[in-house]
């Protein structure tokens, strides 16, 4: 699938851990795709709210569909968020640069997800004409 493709068919995206920092990547990434008309749902239990949206405690608390999981934490957090992206029906896995986590990128690839890794999807998004 091309990156075109894939762009054009979301419309979700839980972005774990979202920072409500204005000097961080994962809230210019998110600012980025709300202007882009994405729905966003931050994921951090540390923080109520992130540009007017309520955050949440984990992927399971999210009750609605989500197209791609884009995940703002260390390596070795991946595997479990990408536990918590199969189950909760997710069909992208995203991993930030330089998430880099072979085990989790296996597990996703298994379960059916398309897995995208070591790469910033705001950048991406930049790139293609859609």
């Known amino acids: 699938m091309s990156y ?3 762009f054009k068919n979301i419309k979700t995206v839980a ?6 920092k204005i000097d ?5 990434v998110a600012k980025y795709l709300i202007d882009q008309g ?14 007017g949206i309520k955050s949440y405690k984990n992927i399971a608390d999210i ?6 999981v884009d995940i703002f934490r260390k390596s070795e957090f991946a595997e479990p968020i990408v536990d918590d992206a199969i189950r909760a ?4 896995i995203w991993m ?15 379960a059916g997800l398309t897995v995208i890794m070591d790469r910033c999807i705001m950048k991406t ?5 859609i």
Do not use: C, M, W
């Open 89 to 92: 029906g997710a069909k992208i």
């Open 63 to 68: 009750k609605q569909p989500i197209d791609i």
């Open 24 to 28: 961080r990547p994962s809230y210019n």
């Open 15 to 20: 972005i774990v851990g979202l920072s409500d």
């Open 38 to 51: 994405f729905k966003i749902f931050p994921v951090n239990p540390k923080i109520k709210s992130v540009f």
């Open 125 to 129: 998004h930049q790139t293609i004409q």
């Open 4 to 6: 075109q493709d894939l």
């Open 96 to 110: 930030q640069e330089d998430v880099v986590n072979q085990p989790a990128y296996d597990k996703a690839k298994k």
